[in-house]
């Protein structure tokens, strides 16, 4: 059963301390999504990825945040410096030619 | 640019009786319209979309849609809600080819016995 996989699903971290997240989309997708998800603000499409490069991250702080795609298998979403406002659900999702979006099951991260 | 609206934040239905989730879009051109659901702790999961055609979408979970282009609309609707069926729903439109979807706010579901 494909599925997109994230890691870790949770995290607790210390403002200040440097965040990564990863993502293996589903095998032969080829447009990889990041999302953020907190209370206030819903889903915000943070980055994407289409056949690993980056087509659009004007929705991620670029001061901290950067995101990769080191090869087709693996997306990295990476924090540094973290901070306490950046406490949210992180999703990563997938597409390949279906026009469908397949999500991964998130990862939680709280920064104190 | 496109966008949706949920108009319901919330919605309490009993066990056994029918729902209906609205949504309304707005987009230049053809959309791409989906209703995802999300269940406590977990991620998005597809349940059913519309590219072209039939203006009626048959879905999983016994969940269907309609797209009504006059309206700019695409209501969820299942017509016997089951306690399994409490979550959050998110409408979500998007481009021809173009996975860069704009979601709703979301629509929390609760089923009461």
């Known amino acids: 059963d494909a599925r997109v996989t994230q890691t870790p699903r949770h995290k607790v971290t210390e403002m200040g301390q440097e965040v990564t997240m990863r993502c293996q989309p589903i095998l032969g997708h080829n447009t990889v999504f990041w999302y953020r998800q907190t209370m206030m603000q819903g889903l915000e499409l943070l980055a994407y990825f289409r056949n690993r490069a980056p087509l659009d991250d004007s929705g991620m702080p670029k001061d901290r945040f950067s995101a990769e795609m080191p090869d087709a298998t693996l997306a990295t979403l990476k924090i540094q410096p973290s901070e306490p406002r950046d406490s949210a659900v992180y999703f990563c999702?997938?597409?390949?030619?279906?026009?469908?979006?397949?999500f991964g099951e998130g990862s939680r991260l709280t920064v104190l | 640019a496109q966008s949706v609206t949920q108009p319901d934040i919330h919605i309490t239905v009993s066990e056994g009786a029918s729902l209906e989730l609205r949504c309304n879009y707005s987009y230049g051109a053809t959309p791409y319209l989906f209703w995802y659901v999300q269940s406590p702790g977990q991620g998005l999961q597809l349940l059913l979309k519309?590219?072209?055609?039939?203006?009626l979408v048959q879905g999983i979970k016994g969940f269907e849609a309609e797209f009504k282009r006059s309206q700019s609309s695409f209501n969820l609707r299942k017509p016997s809600v089951h306690w399994s069926d409490a979550a959050e729903y998110f409408c979500a439109v998007g481009a021809a080819n173009d996975y860069k979807l704009s979601f709703g706010a979301g629509t929390t579901v609760t089923v009461r016995a």
């Open positions: 519309y590219f072209s055609g039939d203006t």
């Open positions: 999702a997938s597409g390949g030619h279906t026009g469908e979006l397949f």
